[in-house]
């Protein structure tokens, strides 16, 4: 038991078996579930965080028939080969000294195919089909195809199910009076839209018997118009718990919610208000969720009786050791998720497999071995020019292998383009990658040399095996009359907080950076809190615990400028792009496509409307976010047997971003690696 955290590590009875501590690795869909081979890959993936010290796991989603995959060839768990290929996972994770649950998810009319079904014929606002009502006796049969499915899962050496109630997947569509609209006995009151969760586990029960654990994933807060009400939320759980489950997970809002609820944004557990409310009336383990990231978080949780269990399922994509080096007292170490969703769920949502832009190991543990010291004759010299993501993952990555790194950077400490991306509100946890990237370098003796710009590097310092040159990128000036006016600002100075910002502002470049930018500039609209400004019910009285927002309105009037005529923020990520939106929407941010810049003065900017119309922005500043270009060592001459390496912003500007940069850091250091393996 950790001393630091008793709580977390103390073991807990679920009923059908007891586990060593309260952490839950929640259900992920990783995009393996669907290879020829996938099994045995994810039987890795999983074996790898039993290690690791999970107490418990679910796997991702997989449905109980056809009609209820998310896509067309989706996971399903409905037939006796479905079980036989997946004992190899349940074994592996076994052997680990693991226990593993398997995910029941029927999508309903959140399945993207034709064949969709729901509750009633209700579209989902994000899938372009519409379901067909389910028909009492098609009912009938998906309540007895979730028992013959738990039974294959029971079959397949899993140690119990998760039947996902919650996300607005079918069984929520049922329970949920804005997705049911029927008038029989399976919709209209609140004991008929439930009956359809509480048959599920009651033929479940009765096939699995009572040694399978049976955890229900119950919906406490819809987020959606016309949600459940709480009294609701609150019948179901209690007929639930009679029908047979032994263990609540807790779901947070639907996929179609307009309220972000694991963006980066939410504050680290800022729903377990539900889940204590649940917890005080339901006499089951329950399990909180969403945006649990450290294991003061999780433990503070536990202690305060608002849950019984936390679920984090990221987290486990950063670091599969998360359990381990929290028990041992080393949470420091561990690789903290930072809630970007960039190479794990808009992976998914485009039909990648899912990986981690702080772990680009996640989900390939079958392809990337472990770092692994090599013998004294095959480790190199290696100096890592650049400190930012891309040269942070290389050197750390490069001394796990055995080399003998030296670490350089101009600037007075480590951290590059995260310096400034923890400045942006929300985004202040990647100053957690960045301590995680030292404390590896510091315990493999990497020679960090800060204040070091390359230029003052000696011909003797450079003799090295190999040189990689990750300096990044430096921000695109301003071609422009009047750019070197007073009013025009870059956006380093801006977020380093080095210049004094107007209440009235320009923003040129509305890409990744200049919508942080403004976000930057506006976030005194959210001083209200999360749950005001996104219109959460904390009072649970609301149907769907939604309230209308508080207003947004900033100090600032920001408008921002781009040359091209497209979507404002096109390039941002599928999952959180919608939330930058309407961020800016709601505070008021003007937004000026298709533009031309003409010069600016001390009226402020001028420039051509996307009607070719001449226009002036009198603002007080113009704040220049219009791309970078790459910092290239071009006028360096290296020795002649010095192997040299571009990799990160430094090798291609264009749209770099961290998750390119951290992963080419991190290959660069393992093809070394392998280099110098086959030289051998």
């Not at 609820?261 to 889940?275: D, E």
């Not at 990648?352 to 004294?376: D, F, I, M, Q, Y």
């Not at 977020?495 to 919508?515: E, P």
């Amino acid at each position: 038991m950790s001393e630091r955290y008793p709580h977390l590590f103390s073991p807990l009875d679920l009923g059908a078996f007891e586990v060593p501590n309260r952490i839950l690795m929640g259900s992920m869909h990783l995009g393996w579930e669907e290879h020829r081979k996938g099994a045995a890959y994810l039987a890795q993936f999983y074996a790898e965080r039993a290690q690791g010290g999970v107490g418990l796991m679910v796997t991702g989603g997989h449905s109980p028939n056809w009609e209820g995959t998310l896509f067309p060839g989706g996971a399903r768990m409905s037939m006796a080969h479905h079980a036989r290929k997946h004992r190899v996972i349940a074994d592996a994770v076994h052997e680990a000294g693991g226990r593993i649950l398997m995910q029941l998810l029927h999508g309903g009319r959140s399945s993207f195919q034709p064949w969709s079904v729901s509750a009633s014929s209700v579209k989902s606002p994000i899938n372009r089909f519409k379901p067909r009502a389910l028909r009492p006796w098609g009912i009938r049969r998906t309540i007895s195809d979730f028992a013959e499915a738990a039974r294959w899962a029971q079959r397949a050496g899993y140690d119990g199910v998760e039947i996902m109630g919650s996300e607005g997947y079918l069984i929520n569509q049922f329970l949920s009076p804005a997705s049911n609209l029927r008038a029989d006995a399976w919709g209209g009151s609140a004991e008929n839209r439930m009956r359809l969760a509480v048959e599920i586990v009651r033929n479940t029960r009765a096939v699995v018997g009572r040694e399978f654990l049976l955890m229900f994933r119950i919906s406490l807060l819809d987020l959606v118009p016309n949600g459940s009400t709480w009294q609701d939320v609150l019948r179901t759980a209690e007929a639930l718990q009679e029908a047979g489950v032994q263990v609540f997970n807790t779901g947070i809002g639907w996929h179609e919610s307009r309220v972000p609820t694991i963006a980066t944004l939410v504050p680290p557990g800022a729903f377990a208000f539900a889940s204590a409310q649940l917890r005080s009336h339901v006499g089951v383990p329950v399990v909180t969720s969403n945006r649990f990231q450290s294991p003061e978080q999780c433990e503070q949780v536990i202690q305060s009786g608002d849950a019984d269990m936390v679920s984090m399922a990221r987290p486990f994509l950063a670091d599969p050791d998360w359990v381990r080096k929290a028990q041992t007292g080393k949470p420091q170490e561990i690789n903290t998720c930072i809630g970007c969703n960039q190479s794990c769920l808009d992976h998914v949502f485009t039909g990648k497999t899912a990986s981690c832009l702080v772990n680009p190991r996640a989900g390939w543990e079958h392809v990337h071995e472990r770092p692994r010291v090599l013998p004294k004759d095959q480790q190199r010299r290696v100096a890592v020019i650049g400190a930012g993501p891309a040269g942070l993952s290389c050197a750390a990555e490069a001394a796990a292998w055995g080399h003998d790194v030296t670490l350089f950077d101009a600037a007075p400490e480590p951290g590059g383009q995260f310096l400034l991306a923890q400045q942006i509100p929300g985004k202040s946890d990647f100053q957690f990658t960045i301590r995680y990237f030292l404390n590896r370098l510091e315990n493999a003796g990497v020679t960090c040399r800060w204040n070091t710009p390359w230029e003052s590097i000696s011909e003797q310092e450079i003799s090295f095996d190999d040189v990689v040159w990750a300096a990044g990128i430096r921000p695109r000036p301003l071609e422009l009359e009047g750019s070197n006016h007073p009013k025009v600002l870059g956006y380093t100075e801006v977020l380093q907080g080095k210049a004094v910002v107007g209440d009235r502002v320009a923003v040129l470049g509305a890409g990744g950076i200049g919508i942080d930018v403004a976000d930057f500039l506006t976030h005194d609209a959210d001083d209200a809190g999360f749950h005001s400004v996104w219109g959460v019910d904390q009072t649970l009285v609301a149907p769907g615990a939604l309230v209308p927002p508080s207003a947004r309105i900033p100090r600032r009037s920001v408008t921002l400028f781009q040359r091209s005529p497209g979507k404002l923020g096109e390039g941002l990520g599928k999952t959180t792009g919608w939330i930058h939106r309407a961020t800016l929407r709601q505070r008021g941010i003007g937004w000026e496509p298709g533009v031309t810049y003409l010069r600016v003065d001390d009226a402020g900017l001028h420039y051509l409307d996307a009607a070719g119309q001449t226009q002036l922005a009198a603002v007080d500043h113009v704040v220049v976010c219009i791309g970078q270009t790459s910092h290239t060592p071009t006028d360096v001459v290296w020795p002649s047997n010095t192997r040299v390496h571009v990799i990160g912003g430094a090798r291609d500007a264009h749209k770099i971003d961290a998750a390119r940069a951290i992963r080419e850091g991190w290959n660069c250091a393992r093809n070394l690696a392998q280099a110098s393996r086959a030289k051998s």
